[in-house]
Each structure stands twice: as C-alpha cells, then as structure tokens.
Nanobody, 123 residues
Framework: QVQLVESGGGLVQAGGSLRLSCVAS????????MGWFRQAPGKEREFVAA???????YYADSVKGRFTISRDNGKNTVSLQMNSLKPEDTAVYYC?????????????????WGQGTQVTVSS
C-alpha cells in the first residue's frame, strides 16, 4: 500500500478556485490508479474524479468541466484543480489509490486513502 497525504483545502467564495494535491509514498506510484472522493456531513462518500496509470481521466457529472485531475509520476503527486466552485462542493476531499491501475469510481475499489482535506465554499 501507499501512504497518501492531501493538502490544499480551505475556504473560498463561490466562483473561486482551489487546487488540491496528494503526495504518495512508495516507488510504484506510477502503476496505481488514483481518485478523488468527497464526503459532505450526513452524506455518503461520493466519487469526484479518477485518473488511470496511463493518464486517462473520468469525472462525476457534477464536476465535469469545472474540475481537472492530473498526475505527476516523477513527483508521486496527483492533483485536483477545482474551478467555478459552488457551495454544494463543500465537503472533505479524499485522495485514494487503487492497485487496479485503471479508472475506478467506487470507494471499495481503492486500497489506500489519505486523511482528507476540508473544502468550504461560501455563497
């Protein structure tokens, strides 16, 4: 398993932008599929975006066109650029890694999780 550490959360006004980063330990990062999930109070954890080991990407409909996931295998980092933020984007955001390497959208497909970073969007 890899160890994941997220950063970049914070408070932003609606329409603003934030960039989340997730740094992974281990030498096999490039073979993992990576994902971002979020969980709002009282709600289940939901899929946000994923990127395969090859760099293919997939997004939840709710963030498509506003969020961009990317990875830098040289730095063991996956990022989530979030633009045009809305109050409904408020949640704890989690980075996750899957041994499958391909695009996965369900939490149970992921083997490792970060501790989460809070994103709050004010109206």
């Amino acid at each position: 398993q890899v160890q994941l550490v997220e950063s970049g959360g914070g408070l932003v006004q609606a329409g603003g932008s934030l960039r989340l980063s997730c740094v992974a330990s281990g030498r096999t990062f490039s073979s993992y599929g990576m994902g971002w999930f979020r969980q709002a109070p009282g709600k289940e954890r939901e899929f946000v975006a994923a990127i395969s080991w090859r760099g293919n990407t997939y997004y939840a409909d709710s963030v498509k066109g506003r969020f961009t996931i990317s990875r830098d295998n040289g730095k063991n980092t996956v990022s989530l650029q979030m633009n045009s933020l809305k109050p409904e984007d408020t949640a704890v955001y989690y980075c996750a890694a899957t041994l499958w390497g391909s695009i996965k959208t369900t939490p149970t497909s992921y083997n490792s999780w970060g501790q989460g970073t809070q994103v709050t969007v004010s109206s």
